[in-house]
């Protein structure tokens, strides 16, 4: 196993300081204050089965990869990151240590479009049941968890694209009195603004593409697992499972698999995500000043039905979101009259770049129905078809608000 990066930050210190800092220390042999990148795919050693610092082979380890994920980790919370090369391959991974061909899963209705192909074409394919839940009734999760024998909740908070908020502590209660584990979709709220293992979640996941690299230009995924996590006993009183590797931790259980299929992030992309931890606060403080201005522009504009964002006071979300995050991010959704309206409201900005992602410095728009969540129409939990998708980035505010209203007032909205 590979080294974990020293760091000679105090525990005590706060989030900025651990982001600047844990992973970066100065390179021991040229003082640099920026680790160097480290792009060797193979390491020499100094004998058989003796390994220089530990590394012997870019797809089991990378001193830039364990930096990251040691950072990953210190920020949210947890016992061990693990770094992918999308997000998607993140959950998948975790997906397939966690569940055998006949379990079932739990998931939230309201998910990345990705994540949601993944629960309903992919895995069942391969054997696994999937269902949809609106994991803002906690007491029908549970019931859907025991009815079911869910190995797995799996729920997205803030949501996409409804910016729904959901209680992480009352659904890791409900899934672990059913005997199944809580996974939380971190990649909107970020490490910074929302912890969902200290309130009882047991694996965290991101895709790293968004705010923690935070400039479009790396793609990565992550999951981090709680301190001490062990696979759950198998249903039917099988007794423990000690999974492949006979440790029944799931962080070790997670880097087997992820090293046997090579589903690991490069060492670029994992130096740039790295970076991306440094601005990490100072960034979301911004998205989200400016996403709860826009918010409360929109909420005000004629042409505007709905909008989707918990930093409002009236939004459904608002109070458990103070509760459980810093601030309420830099995403937001609102609706229109119909489709062909938000269609032409997504076509008409100029300082709003249309294009999927989020989470970068760059403001971006998009219509979900059919560029993001098109997998769900025709679905029960399809997105409203008059939808628009913000992603708000770091310009002056006063140039979005003008960008939207023009774009709405060029939309016939």
């Known amino acids: 196993m590979a080294p974990t990066p020293e760091t000679s ?57 364990d930096a990251f994920e040691a950072a990953l980790a210190d920020l949210e919370g947890g016992g061990a990151a693990l770094a992918f090369p999308s997000g998607m391959s993140a959950e998948d991974t975790l997906v397939r240590v966690l569940t055998r061909p006949g379990d079932h899963v739990s998931f939230g209705d309201d998910v990345y479009g990705g994540t949601y192909r993944l629960f309903t074409v992919v895995r069942p394919a391969e054997g696994l049941r999937a269902t949809a839940v609106d994991p803002a009734d906690v007491e ?57 293992l200290a309130q009882g ?20 995924g992550a999951v981090v697992v709680a301190e001490g996590l062990r696979l759950p006993d198998r249903p039917g009183g099988s007794g423990a499972d000690g999974g492949w590797t006979g440790t029944g931790e799931v962080a070790q259980e997670l880097r087997f698999l992820q090293s046997a299929v090579g589903s690991v992030q490069s060492p670029r992309d994992a130096h740039l995500a790295h970076r991306g931890l440094k601005t990490l606060a100072v960034r979301m403080e911004r998205h989200s000043a400016s996403a709860l201005a826009l918010a409360e522009h929109l909420r005000d504009h004629p042409a505007v039905r709905a909008v989707h964002y918990p930093g409002l006071a009236e939004d459904p979300g608002h109070d458990l979101a103070a509760r459980q995050m810093r601030a309420s991010g830099g995403v937001l959704s609102f609706e229109v009259a119909d489709g062909a309206t938000a269609r032409r409201v997504a076509e008409s900005t100029h300082v709003f770049s249309l294009a999927v992602s989020l989470g970068a410095a760059e403001s971006l728009i998009e219509y ?28 002056d505010v006063e140039d979005l608000v003008a960008d939207i209203d023009a774009a709405l007032e060029a939309a016939g909205a």
Not at 386 to 394: A, D, E, K, N, Q
Request: aromatic fraction near 6%; glycine fraction near 12%.
């Open 9 to 65: 930050t105090n525990p005590g210190h706060g989030f900025s300081t651990r982001a600047v800092h844990v992973g970066h220390d100065p390179d021991p042999g040229t003082g640099d204050v920026v680790p160097p990148l480290h792009i060797a795919s193979t390491h020499v050693q100094d004998g058989v089965e003796t390994l220089r610092g530990g590394y012997e082979y870019g797809r089991g380890a990378n001193p830039t990869r």
């Open 140 to 196: 029908a999760v549970e019931r859907t968890v025991r009815r079911n024998g869910s190995r797995l909740v799996w729920v997205e908070t803030p949501s996409n694209p409804l910016l729904e908020v959901f209680d992480i502590a009352a659904l890791a209660d409900a899934a672990h009195r059913g005997g199944a584990l809580l996974v939380v979709d971190n990649t909107f709220a970020s490490p910074y603004l929302q912890h969902p």
């Open 201 to 220: 979640a047991d694996l965290v996941v991101h895709s790293t593409t968004k705010y923690v690299g935070g400039h479009s230009d790396l793609i990565g």
């Open 368 to 395: 979900p129905p059919v560029m993001t969540h098109a997998v769900k129409q025709g679905a029960r939990w399809a997105v409203p078809e008059g939808i628009v998708r913000l992603s708000v980035g770091l310009e």
